[in-house]
Structure formats: structure tokens, C-alpha cells
């Protein structure tokens, strides 16, 4: 267990719609990260928060928001959703940024929009 | 463009055996390559390598970095089903970039 908690496990939605996605860190991290996971994609690194602030973005649609609160959890938000939205979103936490600490991945949110 | 290339994409191996799975990266102000294994769910975290030379250990697994030829190994040694898995490696700048991962089956 990687201390790292993400809700729901699965959501099932319909095109179109919006969904939130929690994420609460391991304790004492400050930086989270959201990376989605698809077949054809792998990995793909979406957005970074460091103590509630955006530190960097990656390939994050204009349909995605995130915002990390005071106490550190974050959520990442999906509106619109199309079927190719349908993925893997993880959550991960660290002490520091990416290159100077490891980081530590939840199980993830399955996402399947039809 | 920032580029992690991972090999080979799968390989099959019976228990027992050694493997050897290769990282090549392009990374932008790279700060340290880290090796994740990812069963089912999450992936977990194995290595981080930030110096060139310096062999990283953990029981049957060791990893290396050269930082010259933006070249990475990750060693298995005396395969078991367990290690079954998608081995990623990933560049660390300010996020991480992944490589598209090796499958790893390990018969019995």
C-alpha cells in the first residue's frame, strides 16, 4: 500500500458528462501529480501541484481542471466527456518535486465513458 | 520533445533465469531515472538513480545508470513468477516521462 487513496475505483458515465476524481496524498507529501493510462498511450503526465499551487502541466485537455486544497488532497475534474476519455487516471505523491524525490502512485480511478 | 524508449517490449523467461531490461532516455534538464514495476494496479516504486556508475540494489533486482550514453539497466536475477509484470522506467525533470514499459512473464 502506497499511503496514496484515490476515489472512486471505477465510474461509469455517459458521454458528455462531468466527473470528479479525488485524490488524498501520502502523509507528509506535498506534490501531486495526475498521470492517465491507456492502452495505445501508457503513462501520460497531465498536471503537478505543489502545497496548492500548479507547479507544471503536461498534456491536459481544456475539458480537465485539477486544484489541490489546504489539506492537501486534490481533485481532478472531467467535463464533456468524450469515449476517449475512457482510461486509467492515477494520482501520485511526493515530498518534493519529481526529480528529487520518488514518487508514490494510487491504485487509480477506471474510467469508462459510453 | 522529451522521449523515454524502453526494451524489449515483452519477453518471456523461465523461472530462474536472469534478464536484463534496457532505458534509453531524452529528458530536458533531467534530475534522476526511477524504475517502477506495475502489476495490476498501481505502479510500484523501485529505483531512483540520480549519479552514473553507482549499481542500486534491492535483494534480486540491481539497477544502473550511465548519464554519458542517457542509458539505464534494470537486472533480474533468479526469475521467479512473482516478477511477472510491466517494468517502467521513467526520465524526472520537474514530472516524470515514462517509457512505454517491458511486459515480463516469467513461466514456471
Known amino acids: 500500500d502506497s499511503g496514496v487513496t484515490q476515489t472512486p475505483k471505477h465510474l461509469i458515465t455517459a458521454t458528455g458528462q462531468r466527473v470528479t476524481l479525488r485524490c488524498s496524498p501520502r502523509s507528509g507529501d506535498l506534490s501531486v501529480y495526475w498521470y492517465q493510462q491507456s492502452l495505445d498511450q501508457g503513462l501520460q503526465f497531465l498536471i503537478q501541484y505543489y502545497n496548492g499551487e500548479e507547479r507544471a502541466k503536461g498534456n491536459i485537455l481544456e475539458r480537465f481542471s485539477a486544484q489541490q486544497f489546504p489539506d492537501l488532497h486534490s481533485e481532478l475534474n472531467l467535463s464533456s466527456l468524450e469515449l476517449g476519455d475512457s482510461a486509467l487516471y492515477f494520482c501520485?505523491?511526493?515530498?518534493?518535486?519529481?526529480?528529487?524525490?520518488?514518487?508514490?502512485f494510487g491504485n487509480g480511478t477506471r474510467l469508462t465513458v459510453t | 520533445e522529451d522521449k523515454v524508449v524502453q526494451s524489449p517490449l515483452s519477453l518471456v523467461v523461465h523461472e530462474g533465469d536472469t534478464v536484463t531490461l534496457n532505458c534509453s532516455y531524452e529528458?530536458?534538464?533531467?534530475?534522476?531515472l526511477l524504475w517502477y514495476k506495475q502489476e495490476k494496479k498501481a505502479p510500484t516504486f523501485l529505483f531512483m538513480l540520480?549519479?552514473?556508475?553507482i549499481e542500486k540494489k534491492s535483494g534480486r533486482l540491481s539497477s544502473i545508470l550511465d548519464k554519458k550514453e542517457l542509458f539505464s539497466i534494470l537486472n533480474i536475477t533468479a526469475t521467479q513468477t512473482g516478477d511477472s509484470a510491466v517494468y517502467l522506467c521513467?526520465?524526472?525533470?520537474?514530472?516524470?516521462?515514462f517509457g512505454a514499459g517491458t511486459i515480463l512473464r516469467v513461466k514456471s
Open positions: 501520485a505523491s511526493s515530498v518534493e518535486g519529481a526529480g528529487n524525490s520518488p514518487l508514490h
Open positions: 521513467a526520465g524526472a525533470r520537474n514530472k516524470l516521462v
Open positions: 529528458v530536458t534538464n533531467f534530475r534522476s
Open positions: 540520480t549519479s552514473s556508475g
